[in-house]
């Protein structure tokens, strides 16, 4: 039995399709579960929502205690910052203010730092400056690697969960195919793991909070990784935008991804561990 929900969620566009030898009322109850799961990480780290537990945590200057998912996320941003040598940057939050990018919600910041600005223990955080932290550019893939999870876990054999660019399989192959502004070109095919595409300067509403440099300047193209787990997918396309284009592919093989742009001759068939 299989069926596929498309439902709004994430910023996007969110479709899951599941297939398993169970009911399709129990197969609709983990897909619905899959759905919650990625709508407390938007609630948890969204940026554009003023009362998100990441908007609460750039208004504070004292610390907090925060999900643990929350945490998790955190954890991982600051460990591809640092192995990136800061290429992946999640406090330029206040560039992306500045320039239009990200909503103003009205407090003081400072234009962006670096990782090692916020302090995390465990579940307590803090700020050490007024840096605005954007998670934008990884919080969506671990949204799909949550619902990955919930899928797994409730018995589905087969599935895709794709949020508008970021996606992930496991049980039976998929194409990976350039973004539709780009011509839709096959890039090639994935049977387990994930795949993350950013693209900038295609379209005003495209911009990610990570396609910035630490000049401010809003960067153009467009990036397609594949990747075992979906949140590395995702900031690993960051690293390739920020990262000359002569380095970007050892940048992303060496933080355990792989760049696919431009396209493969000819077409190659990738296996991650999901």
Not at 168 to 183: H, N, T, V, Y
Request: one cysteine or more; glycine letters at 10%.
């Amino acid at each position: 039995m299989q069926i596929c929900r498309m439902r709004p969620a994430l910023g996007t566009f969110v479709e899951i399709a599941a297939s398993a030898n169970l009911s399709r009322a129990y197969i609709e109850h983990v897909v619905d579960a899959a759905y919650a799961d990625m709508a407390l990480v938007e609630k948890l780290m969204s940026f554009h929502d003023v009362n998100s537990e990441l908007s609460q945590l750039n208004r504070s200057r004292s610390p907090l205690t925060i999900h643990p998912w929350t945490a998790r996320v955190l954890r991982f941003a600051q460990h591809m910052a640092r192995a990136s040598a800061h290429r992946f940057n999640p406090t330029v939050g206040g560039l992306l203010v500045e320039g239009g990018h990200l909503p103003d919600h009205g407090q003081a910041f400072i234009a962006s730092g670096s990782a090692d600005d916020i302090e995390l223990i465990g579940l307590s955080i803090r700020r050490r400056r007024a840096v605005l932290i954007t998670l934008d550019g990884i919080a969506k893939g671990w949204a799909v690697d949550r619902a990955i999870a919930r899928l797994r876990g409730g018995g589905i054999t087969q599935a895709v969960v794709n949020a508008g660019g970021d996606w992930r399989c496991f049980g039976a192959p998929q194409i990976i195919r350039q973004s539709i502004e780009l011509g839709g070109a096959v890039l090639g095919q994935l049977e387990h793991g994930a795949c993350a595409t950013s693209a900038a300067g295609l379209d005003a509403t495209r911009f990610s909070a990570q396609l910035v440099n630490d000049m401010n300047v809003v960067l153009a193209g467009h990036w397609t990784v594949i990747a075992p787990q979906a949140w590395r997918a995702d900031a690993l396309t960051k690293v390739a935008a920020v990262a000359a284009a002569e380095t970007a592919a050892d940048w992303v093989t060496r933080l355990g991804g792989q760049l696919i742009t431009p396209p493969a001759q000819p077409r190659e068939r990738f296996t991650h561990a999901g």
